[in-house]
């Protein structure tokens, strides 16, 4: 039975979460430590196991990352998706989404969506198509391909966390993740797609809208100029930096689907922690070495700078939360098993909520993954409801949301009154909700469940 002392801690963590996520930035993993020093020192408990072999693997895909998007290889990239955009502009809805999904998924970030933003915008704009519609859905489908990236945090802290554990008869490993969740994405987006595609008003039938063009300043401003990358040369080193991230993240991949190769070179055979962490920052150097890459501005850039934020709060949170659940393990194993037990979604709606209070999936992802499956939930479960582990679309606080709101001149991305009825929540709900069914569905087929 869990006490009032339970309670209280719990308490700690959850006001340590809400004013960490409300400051924003680094501010999420340094309140940690103030948790931590509350449950500790004031509560008697002892520290917990902060999550290195994740934390080490994060940083290592963000150097090569950040190495790519310095070398210049992230333009090509976004080069191919406009040319596949402004080819189908009426298809936009469709399109963007699937194309900036895809874009994360190679990239192993969400954050690659901010520089197609501009584009999908001007494709829109000039087409006579509200920019709501695909930038909202775009921005929605970067965060759901993180789980489904073999470069992304989020499918690493579940590697890390699940390496030990047996799933659908087989040692665990990419296969069995990518089997739950890039069917169950690529469902989600269709639907979150078709809904953008009828949601608000024509451009040309929204009394708001043609009120703001009236204005001839304003008709400037929301038509703007032409943003493009069509056109843009790119030297041979940035298409070279290209190739040597996609082929370093393509041997992740193959490691992470044949678990017996990683006995071929050593006696015992490697975890695919180690794996990741070697081939990524291989892949840095190789970019540096090969590609006329200045190291020095590796650090400068933005993937950089976001993915430190993200090992701040993966360190400062799961320490945290790792400190307080170790110490009621037993207690939370007898409770939580029984509500599973009688409500299996029980495990994703919790995923989910504790996604959106510390705004990051790899650190939803290290904070209750390995606590769920120290209580006993089936590590099927937990691997069928991936998906879920993308929730901060319910507030719209994130920092792509943000960007896709100061992007859409023409103000129909927005937020609400009322804050929760913004353009996000809707289509985040209909993907993550339609990827996380459809990956139980697939969970129970592949013998998972």
């Known amino acids: 039975m869990l006490g009032v002392t339970f309670w209280l801690e719990l308490a700690i963590v959850l006001m340590a979460l809400f004013y960490g996520a409300r400051k924003g930035g680094m501010a999420l993993g340094l309140i940690g430590g103030v948790g931590l020093i509350i449950l500790v020192m004031g ?6 196991k902060p999550p290195v072999a994740v934390i080490l693997t994060i940083l290592s895909v963000i150097c090569a990352s950040a190495a790519l998007q310095a070398a210049g290889g992230l333009d090509c990239l976004l080069q191919i998706a406009e040319k596949l955009l402004r080819k189908h502009p009426r298809a936009i809805c469709y399109l963007a989404p699937y194309i900036c999904w895809f874009l994360a998924l190679l990239c192993g970030t969400g954050h690659a969506v901010y520089t197609m933003l501009p584009i999908i915008y001007d494709v829109a704009i000039k087409n006579g198509i509200r920019p709501e519609r695909p930038m909202a859905a775009s921005t929605i489908a970067s965060q759901m391909a993180v789980i489904c990236s073999p470069a992304a945090v989020a499918a690493v802290a579940m ?3 699940l390496e030990k554990f047996s799933v659908g008869g087989q040692p665990f490993g990419f296969l069995q993740l990518f089997a739950i969740t890039i069917p169950g994405a690529l469902v989600g987006l269709f639907f979150v797609s078709t809904y953008s595609v009828f949601r608000g008003k024509d451009l040309d039938k929204d009394p708001e809208f043609q009120k703001l063009i009236s204005d001839p300043e304003q008709y400037k401003y929301v038509y703007g100029e032409n943003t493009t990358l069509i056109g843009r040369t790119f030297s041979r080193e940035q298409w070279l930096s290209l190739w040597i991230f996609l082929g370093a993240v393509a041997i992740v991949a193959i490691f992470g689907m044949f678990p017996s190769l990683r006995s071929l070179f050593t006696a015992k055979a490697l975890k695919m922690t180690h794996i990741i962490q070697m081939f990524m920052l291989a892949a840095g150097a190789f970019i ?5 890459t200045r190291a020095s501005q590796i650090a400068k850039t933005s993937v950089f700078s976001a993915g430190c934020v993200a090992i701040c709060a993966v ?4 320490w945290m939360a790792d400190t307080m659940f170790s110490a009621h393990l037993k207690d939370l194993s007898a409770l939580l098993m029984d509500a599973i037990r009688a409500y299996p979604w029980a495990y994703a709606v919790v995923l989910l909520l504790i996604s959106k209070l510390v705004n990051s999936q790899a650190a939803a992802v290290a904070t209750i993954v390995p606590t769920a499956l120290a209580i006993g939930v089936p590590p099927g479960l937990v691997v069928s409801c991936s998906a879920a582990c993308y929730g901060y679309y319910i507030l719209p606080t994130y920092p792509s949301d943000l960007a896709a709101i100061q992007f859409d001149r023409s103000g129909t991305t927005h937020i609400g009154r009322f804050v929760i009825n913004h353009s996000f929540i809707l289509p985040g709900l209909i ?8 990956g139980y569905g697939l969970g129970m087929v592949y013998g998972y469940i």
């Open 43 to 48: 509560f008697g408990l002892e520290p917990g």
């Open 315 to 318: 360190f400062g949170v799961a």
């Open 431 to 438: 993907g993550v909700g339609t990827a996380t069914l459809v």
């Open 159 to 161: 590697i890390g966390a």
């Open 288 to 292: 540096v070495m090969f590609c006329n």
